[in-house]
């Protein structure tokens, strides 16, 4: 019987025709079977090859011209398979450990859903006092810092559309009502990457958010830090922001977001 621990031997075959498929989507221009053969190491003759056979399968194209590849579309539909069964909260749960760790406070996770955002994953904080909250909840995008981060980097007309049906209540003595202000306020989140909820939807709590970006560069979720104001001043957000705005893209690199 072979022993399990035996070294695997690779296949040198798979392995060229990996490296054209990586090869040719690197560039942002087709190749000749004479460019793929210098940037892989290959004779032109086993580029060729690997080419004609990956061509057989639409995992590369041949241009108009007859001489040059691209990237086919098996390619894209392989991508979209795997991004479609990519699981949200567990794919974020690690980050949101990390950010809970260094900052010391609840951390949330929130999808768009409607006109409102979904909160679908949370990590507690170790402080005694901290922001009560359960998965399912559902609240509004306009006076929370998840809601207001993907409020800020949606397309306009989404935009204006999800705010034509909401109502802005408000909820607090700072709950942003008037919808030119809370415009003048989504570019301030826009051109500084994370939304503050400064005691706009819940007495004595503040929030910080950001948003998370899919395959598609929609904004489609968004991460959080929140607690007791006392603990969470204006200043401390401030601090904590660069760690949110980290995470949020990292989780939106796992999800396959190519930032500009």
Request: a neutral charge.
């Amino acid at each position: 019987m072979p022993q399990a621990n035996r070294e695997v031997t690779l296949t040198q075959a798979v392995l060229k025709a990996l490296d054209i498929l990586e090869c040719l989507a690197s560039v942002e221009r087709p190749l000749s079977a004479q460019e793929v053969a210098q940037h892989c190491s290959l004779s032109r003759p086993t580029a060729y090859r690997h080419l004609v056979t990956l061509a057989t399968r639409d995992y590369v194209t041949t241009c108009d011209d007859g001489r040059s590849y691209q990237v086919g579309p098996k390619v894209l539909e392989l991508g979209k398979s795997f991004l479609d069964r990519l699981d949200l909260p567990e794919l974020a749960r690690a980050s949101m450990r990390e950010l809970s760790r260094t900052s010391q406070e609840t951390v949330h996770l929130a999808v768009l859903d409607g006109t409102e955002i979904l909160y679908v994953a949370k990590v507690d904080g170790p402080q005694s006092v901290r922001m009560y909250s359960a998965i399912g909840t559902r609240n509004p995008l306009y006076c929370t810092a998840m809601g207001k981060a993907i409020l800020a980097f949606l397309p306009p007309e989404k935009r204006t559309a999800l705010l034509d049906q909401t109502t802005l209540a408000r909820r607090t003595a700072n709950t942003i009502t008037d919808k030119t202000a809370l415009d003048q306020h989504l570019e301030l989140v826009r051109s500084q990457g994370f939304a503050i909820d400064d005691v706009e939807f819940e007495e004595g709590i503040r929030c910080l958010g950001a948003p998370i970006f899919n395959h598609t560069g929609r904004v489609t979720a968004a991460i959080s830090i929140s607690g007791p104001a006392y603990r969470l001043s204006n200043s401390r957000l401030q601090e904590l922001s660069g760690q949110v705005v980290e995470t949020s893209e990292a989780i939106s690199n796992k999800l396959g977001h190519l930032p500009a």
